[in-house]
């Protein structure tokens, strides 16, 4: 497998192969190094802003050993793309993609509830994305984690290498959320921060029947 550090984010955008029509189509997964909640939710936030300086298919995998909502942790897949003529994938192109990441997971994967799967508009507002959302249990441990992230980028790029994925090249980078990878995205953390604080704080406020007091 190869592990790649040397990226190009949004001044000069993802390296790409040279087109034709149709083109060939390269396949970038990237893996988050961190399992930090908030550095996470705001390297996602930075890949759906940054969709206009993509020249290939995206899948991003994050994971986070942070306790939220019902008290479980949780694997993020982003997926982002189009087809070989430059098209916004279908409905049933991107369930294909869907499917591909729960065909992957270990068979002992300890889900707590059903996975989140929901598609969205792109920045831009040119073509889709989909977001797939697993929720764990608490006492999965982050070496699992990083097993299951492994799995599904291994599944992805053996589906391209077998021919059937319809892309001509793919290549798993490891990667960090922080501003020496990603410009900017220090901003998008203090605004993840501030809002996980006013959510929190909301939660507090109804746990003691208090209601929530502006200014």
């Known amino acids: 497998m190869f592990l790649s550090r040397s990226l190009q984010f949004c001044k000069t955008g993802f ?7 149709p083109k060939s189509i390269s396949l970038q997964v990237l893996v988050s190094q961190s399992n930090d909640l908030v550095a996470n939710v705001a390297l996602e936030e930075w890949m759906k802003r940054c969709s206009t300086h993509r020249t290939n298919n995206l899948l991003l995998l994050l994971s986070s ?14 997926f982002s793309g189009e087809d070989e003529r430059g098209k916004t994938l279908s409905t049933d192109q991107l369930a294909q993609q869907a499917n591909l990441v729960f065909s992957a997971l270990p068979k002992d994967t300890a889900l707590v509830e059903l996975p989140m799967v929901r598609v969205a508009a792109e920045e831009n507002g040119k073509g889709n994305n989909l977001l797939i959302s697993l929720p764990l249990d ?13 799995c599904i980028a291994n599944s992805f790029v ?3 290498r077998g021919g059937d994925g319809g892309y001509s090249l793919s290549r798993i980078s490891l990667v ?4 020496g990878w990603f410009p900017g995205i220090q901003e998008i953390q203090r605004d993840v921060q501030l809002s996980l604080k006013e959510i929190e704080a909301i939660k507090l406020d109804k746990a003691h029947g208090k209601p929530k007091t502006k200014g």
């Open 138 to 150: 608490s006492h999965v441990d982050d070496d699992v984690l990083k097993t299951t992230l492994q």
């Open 176 to 179: 960090r959320p922080d501003g």
């Open 65 to 78: 050993n942070t306790i939220v909502h019902n008290n479980y942790k949780s694997i993020h897949a982003f």
């Open 158 to 160: 053996q589906k391209c």
């Open 15 to 21: 390296r790409g192969l040279s087109t034709s029509h």
